[in-house]
């Protein structure tokens, strides 16, 4: 009897090169149903994951230029700065795991910088990811390194050839800062599990509570480079659930709130706005925001008894020399 395979109700997303924006299909049902929740809150919230289309990814890159926003170059200089030190508490050799691992360019450096055996890279976007996992091939012969494709709030799977010892998991950017505490110590749950044989660990970068004038700057930028970034999340969200967002209309705003120690960014309405999906909509009064992520900046303190929450042990921590960024080993 002739097998017939129901076509899905939505067609997968196209790779990340594509550049016909208009001949993407919507976001699956259910990530559709979860974006749409976020604007009919209140206040209306988007997830910063949604920053990532390949506009938002190339903003990225130029806010990681930007002469205000110091947390990339300064992760390096730190880098750099105690390599011979981070190299001894790490060890040479072993695996490294990079969630969101991206363009692979830190995982070169580290790799490097610790004589890695192995490499693994995972990342939503895994077709971007393969590609880049090819050059750090090229680039460091020898190292056996894979891309596999996941998201990394979620357990993650690896070849089962993956040496079980040794694991380093590599979580730089301060990328931890876009989660709450709870959430963040729930993602440093899964990577302790991750990396928990003989010998694991986690190097992981934190932004750490600085000038506020500093802050504020890195996150609103004279160029204007974070505002078109953070307005360019309506323009994929646009594209996922069908609306019809102007992202020309909606104000970049962003300030550190104190209390909660985090950057915060929100997009408010210039005026009143009436925005459209299929099967709903909402209207925004003038002014009123819609919140599209936090950065949290962890006193290093903080950050180190989340760490032992997380069931880490040892931690070190090394930072530049005004104090504004740590990157942080810790033993499984
Ligand atoms: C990629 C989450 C580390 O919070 O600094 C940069 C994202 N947002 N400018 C950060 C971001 C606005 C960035 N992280």
Redesign the pocket.
Known sequence: MPVTLAAPAVAASPPPWSTSAAAQPLAPADERVQIIAGLLDQPARIS?KYFYDERGSQL?EA?TRLPE?Y?TRTEQAVLRRHARAIAQAVGRGGVVIEPGAGSCDKARVLCRLLGATHFVGVDISADYLEGAVARLRAALPGLDARAVGGDITAAIELPGDVPQDRRLVFYP???I??FDPPAALALLRQMHALARRERGGLLIGI?LPKDLAVLQAA?DDAAGV?AQ?NRNILAHVNRLIGSDFEPGQWRHEAFFNTAASRIE?HLAACGPQQVRWPGGGRSFAAHERIHT?N?YKYPLPAFLDLLTRAGFRQPQAWTDERGWYALVHART
């Open positions: 910063p990225f806010i926003y947390p950017g301060s990328s800062g876009n932004d996150y974070t970034f960014m992520e950065s």
